[in-house]
Structures are given as C-alpha cells and as structure tokens.
C-alpha cells in the first residue's frame, strides 16, 4: 500500500499563487506517475498536472503556463507550484499516485483551494 499525505491547501486572491505539495510513504517504488485532480463545485474531476518517475509531464490545457509540477524522487514527494490563479481554480486538490503496473491509484486527502476575485 502507499499512503499520501498532502499538504494543506489555502485561500488566495485572483493573481496570486500558492503551492502544495504530496508526501508519499509505504510501496514508495511501486509507483510511477504522481500529480493531482481537482474536483470545483458543479463540475467534473479534472486532472490538472502529473509527472512520471523519470520527469515527463503533463498538464492540463486550462493551467499550462501558470502551474509547475516538479518532483523529489529522493523523498517521494510532489509539488505543484501554482501562479496567476483565478476563481476558476478553486476546488479540491487530490493527490493522486499511479502504480507501475497501472493499478488502482492512490489518493490522497485533498486539499481546498480557493481563489477569491
């Protein structure tokens, strides 16, 4: 099993940023892919950004530019560094992690954010 521990999430204003990050523990080496979904009221999940073992990435066409994933391999822990936020962006924030093998993922608690025009 793999646990995910995230960081908390915050309240921010439109413009401004915010980062979180996504602690994983247990079958650490069982895992490929890591990154998050969001869930906005009223509106489907939606995988905002993900980052395999050996770097690729990929991200969601509503944040390209204005989100960075990045990853520490060494600490099995993933970031997402978030800038220039809009409303548009609130929600929950799930961390999620893929196993190699493309099992069942792993998610984490989530974390709300919440931007404010």
């Known amino acids: 099993q793999v646990q995910l521990v995230e960081s908390r999430g915050g309240s921010v204003q439109a413009g401004g940023s915010l980062s979180l990050s996504c602690a994983a523990s247990g079958r650490v080496l069982s895992i490929n892919s890591m990154g998050w979904y969001r869930q906005a009221p009223g509106k489907q999940r939606e995988l905002v950004a993900t980052?395999?073992?050996?770097?690729?990435?990929n991200y969601a066409d509503s944040v390209k530019g204005r989100f960075i994933i990045s990853r520490d391999n060494a600490k099995n822990t993933v970031y997402l560094h978030m800038e220039n936020l809009t409303p548009e962006d609130t929600g929950v924030y799930v961390c999620y992690a893929l196993p190699w093998d493309l099992g069942a993922p792993f998610w984490g608690q989530g974390a709300q954010v919440t931007v404010s025009s």
């Open positions: 980052m395999t073992r050996n770097g690729n990435t």
